[in-house]
């Protein structure tokens, strides 16, 4: 079997799996999606009440003082603050670098699983593309195998194509 006829058997299977992969990915954005909206909105304002006590403290010289506002505050910046916090005595250099090192940390954190949304959402419409070709393959295989001598081979045909434009809608779905 050369790889021609190895694709024209995986294309005689028709677009099903293709549409199951769609929406498996489609399930899997959706919760990624509901699990960073709660997220953010987890996180979102915790560093809020901390501004002013923290700004009166760094204002009167108290890096102690500050250090305990902001410590075991559950916010990204606080975290990033008290760990600049810790390390201020020994100069601008080491606060900038754990800032640095704080700051990428947190952004891996805010960012978890973007990427896969970014990537599913690009390919989505491709793979839906896929199985298009695919139904459509398989549709003008039987066409050539049987010909279409009535009306309703013609029918068959005609639905079979758009069972294969399905797996375009669902793939652009997804993406969109």
């Known amino acids: ?18 549409l ?4 498996a990915l ?44 902001v410590k075991g505050a559950p916010g990204p910046g606080a975290r990033m603050t008290a760990a600049m916090l810790e390390v201020a ?6 606060a900038k ?18 990427g896969f949304l970014g990537t599913v959402g690009s390919n989505a419409p491709f793979i839906g593309l896929f199985g298009t070709v695919l139904e459509i393959l398989r549709v003008f295989h039987l066409l050539g195998e049987q010909g279409v001598t009535t009306g ?7 639905t079979g194509i758009s069972e294969a434009l399905v797996a375009t809608a669902i793939g652009l779905m997804v993406a969109i």
């Open 152 to 158: 309703d081979e013609a029918k068959e045909i005609m």
């Open 97 to 114: 670098a754990v800032l640095e090192g704080n700051r990428a940390s947190e952004k891996l954190r805010l960012e978890r699983n973007l």
């Open 89 to 94: 005595e020994r100069g601008i250099g080491s």
């Open 1 to 18: 079997m050369n790889l021609q006829q190895a694709f024209l058997q995986l294309a005689l299977l028709g677009a099903n799996w293709v």
């Open 26 to 69: 489609s399930v899997a954005s959706v919760a990624i999606v509901i699990e960073r909206m709660l997220f953010f909105k987890n996180i979102a304002g915790r560093d809020t009440g901390l501004m002013k006590p923290l700004a009166d403290k760094l204002a009167d010289d108290d890096l102690d003082g500050a250090a305990k506002v």
């Open 20 to 23: 199951w992969i769609l929406v």
